[in-house]
């Protein structure tokens, strides 16, 4: 049996907070609920049941690896050796598995392709080290052996990962190039939704310089400092400039946030050099 215990979060659900914390999907982790196998401070609970700060979690979670299946989803491989797959992730396309999608996502793409996988920590996200919100595009990297997972996650974790974002945003920024420093923590209300919070929230910093303007938008390139969820999105929201057609951090009815994952740069997981791939720019920002 494991054990946890809850850190300083907002209220959230025990079958969304297990889920995040294990790398398991919500169903699985609904299902292990209902059995008996989680409990929360010494009693089993239902999925709806609330955590909070100070709460001690137990579970026994077995599972043996998700048979996952290959479908036949186009996507476009940058570069690819005996240990990484560098990839220009299409929008639309969800990265890994999860409650409500098993078979249209990245890693059933590759899975396709005969692509050999790591393993890593989570049985649902196979060379999974990073990843991208379904509607944002652009490059990632995917490891295909265990080695190789062990050490990008690392670097990520250490910083020594950086990246680059285009995107286009409402109105004009000024100034045209600065530094973003604002934590952001989970909205309480919408476990969806990130939000500045100088209270509750994570470090996150976010660089950006305006390329071009026209028509009361701008098109933006970020440089990520720290690798907290929705960070962009929720910075530009925050700043009163949101992604052009972001309905959840700017206007509704958007049908995707133009956002692209441009450049990545690390330490290659073999070689130890230092490598960049880019993602060409998207057709958004070129005609822009």
Same mark, same amino acid.
């Given at each position: 049996?494991? /054990?946890?215990?809850?850190?300083?979060?907002? #209220?959230?659900? =025990?079958?969304?907070?297990?889920?995040?914390?294990?790398?398991?999907?919500?169903?699985?982790?609904? %299902?292990?609920?209902?059995?008996?196998?989680?409990?929360?401070?010494?009693?089993?609970?239902? #999925?709806?049941?609330?955590?909070?700060?100070?709460?001690?979690?137990?579970?026994?979670?077995?599972?043996?690896?998700?048979?996952?299946?290959?479908?036949?989803?186009?996507? @476009?491989?940058?570069?690819?050796?005996? @240990?990484?797959?560098? =990839?220009?992730?299409?929008?639309?396309?969800?990265?890994?598995?999860?409650?409500?999608?098993?078979?249209?996502?990245?890693?059933?793409?590759?899975?396709?392709?005969?692509?050999?996988?790591?393993?890593?920590?989570?049985?649902?996200?196979?060379?999974?080290?990073?990843?991208?919100?379904?509607?944002?595009?652009?490059?990632?990297?995917?490891?295909?052996?265990?080695e190789a997972h062990h050490l990008l996650a690392k670097g990520f974790a250490d910083r020594n990962v950086d990246k680059t974002y285009l995107g286009l945003v409402v109105g004009t920024l000024t100034p045209e190039e600065g530094l =973003?420093?604002?934590?952001?923590?989970?909205?309480?209300?919408?476990?969806?939704?990130?939000?500045? @919070?100088?209270?509750?929230?994570?470090?996150?910093?976010?660089?950006?310089?305006?390329?071009?303007?026209?028509?009361?938008?701008?098109? /933006?390139?970020?440089?990520?400092?720290?690798?907290?969820?929705?960070?962009?999105?929720?910075?530009?929201?925050?700043?009163?400039? #949101?992604?052009?057609? @972001? %309905?959840?951090?700017?206007?509704?009815?958007?049908?995707?946030?133009?956002?692209?994952?441009?450049? =990545?740069?690390?330490?290659?997981?073999?070689?130890?050099?230092?490598?960049?791939?880019?993602?060409?720019?998207?057709?958004?920002?070129?005609?822009?």
């Amino acid at each position: 049996m494991t /054990v946890l215990n809850v850190p300083e979060i907002s #209220p959230l659900r =025990i079958d969304q907070w297990l889920s995040q914390h294990t790398g398991r999907s919500r169903a699985f982790i609904q %299902s292990a609920l209902q059995k008996g196998d989680v409990l929360v401070n010494g009693t089993p609970v239902k #999925p709806s049941f609330i955590v909070h700060t100070g709460d001690e979690i137990n579970y026994t979670l077995s599972e043996s690896a998700l048979t996952l299946s290959a479908t036949n989803i186009p996507f @476009d491989i940058l570069f690819e050796d005996a @240990d990484i797959i560098v =990839i220009n992730k299409p929008s639309g396309l969800t990265v890994h598995p999860g409650a409500g999608n098993r078979d249209n996502t990245l890693v059933n793409a590759l899975l396709h392709y005969g692509k050999t996988l790591s393993t890593g920590s989570q049985f649902e996200r196979p060379g999974i080290v990073h990843r991208l919100d379904k509607d944002t595009s652009g490059v990632m990297v995917v490891t295909k052996n265990n080695e190789a997972h062990h050490l990008l996650a690392k670097g990520f974790a250490d910083r020594n990962v950086d990246k680059t974002y285009l995107g286009l945003v409402v109105g004009t920024l000024t100034p045209e190039e600065g530094l =973003i420093e604002a934590p952001i923590a989970r909205q309480a209300s919408n476990y969806k939704k990130f939000v500045v @919070d100088i209270i509750r929230g994570k470090e996150a910093r976010t660089g950006y310089k305006v390329l071009r303007v026209a028509n009361d938008k701008s098109l /933006v390139q970020f440089q990520l400092y720290t690798g907290r969820t929705h960070q962009i999105r929720v910075h530009m929201a925050h700043l009163g400039h #949101p992604l052009i057609g @972001d %309905s959840l951090y700017g206007r509704k009815g958007g049908k995707r946030q133009l956002l692209h994952a441009y450049s =990545i740069t690390f330490d290659h997981p073999r070689s130890n050099e230092r490598v960049t791939f880019i993602a060409p720019e998207p057709l958004w920002a070129l005609s822009f």
